[in-house]
T-cell receptor
């Protein structure tokens, strides 16, 4: 079956530091890949997505590249801000369907200090 | 546009009690789903629906029932609550065409004593 593995957290950084959150997946076919973010007390919001190999998703300074050869979709940001403190979830939708069921990683808590 | 709304925000139940978590969306989305979020486990799919009158089980359906009589509403029923159902529940919706984005509600925090 499908699975998503994220790096262990929590991650604590100083403002303006570089961020990487690793995500690897196991899936049949050609899944779509997503990063969702959950701010304190809120529901999840889509941060970025990629629907085929070598696609790069980007939003709000965050980037992730769909690497089929390494089955990875690592999230990066060059300079984090305090407002980026949240929980980040990597997820996949199998078969590339636009509304398919999501399989989530366990989430990574990010805390950014001034 | 309210998006996806969930009620209640918080609920405490005793073991064996029943209740319904409400979910509604005003975006005319065909697809709706329920997830539960537990520490260290991410979100797991409970039930989903691809349209009115059509529902199916997700990864962790036991102890939960759903129905979809309208496009807008997708309630989740706990018939006999158990402590293992203590969790945060999220409803989500998306269109079945074009965008692959799912919209999530704010969540319901349920505690079963």
């Amino acid at each position: 079956g499908n699975s998503v593995t994220q790096m262990e957290g929590p991650v604590t950084l100083s403002e303006e530091a570089f961020l990487t959150i690793n995500c690897t997946y196991t899936a049949t076919g050609y899944p779509s890949l997503f990063w969702y973010v959950q701010y304190p007390g809120e529901g999840l919001q889509l941060l970025l997505k990629a629907t085929k190999a070598d696609d790069k998703g980007s939003n709000k300074g965050f980037e992730a590249t769909y690497r089929k050869e390494t089955t990875s979709f690592h999230l990066e940001k060059g300079s984090v801000q305090v407002s980026d403190s949240a929980v980040y979830f990597c997820a996949l939708s199998s078969g590339g369907t636009s509304y398919g069921k999501l399989t989530f990683g366990q989430g990574t808590i990010l805390t950014v200090h001034p | 546009n309210a998006g996806v709304t969930q009620t209640p925000k918080f609920q405490v139940l005793k073991t064996g009690q029943s209740m319904t978590l409400q979910c509604a969306q005003d975006m005319n989305h065909e697809y709706m789903s329920w997830y539960r979020q537990d520490p260290g486990m991410g979100l797991r799919l409970i039930h989903y629906s691809v349209g009115a009158g059509i529902t199916d089980q997700g990864e962790v359906p036991n102890g939960y029932n759903v129905s979809r009589s309208t496009t807008e509403d997708f309630p989740l029923r706990l018939l006999s609550a158990a402590p293992s159902q203590t969790s945060v529940y999220f409803c989500a919706s998306s269109s079945t065409s074009g965008s692959s984005r799912q919209f999530f509600g704010p969540g319901t925090r349920l505690t079963v004593l």
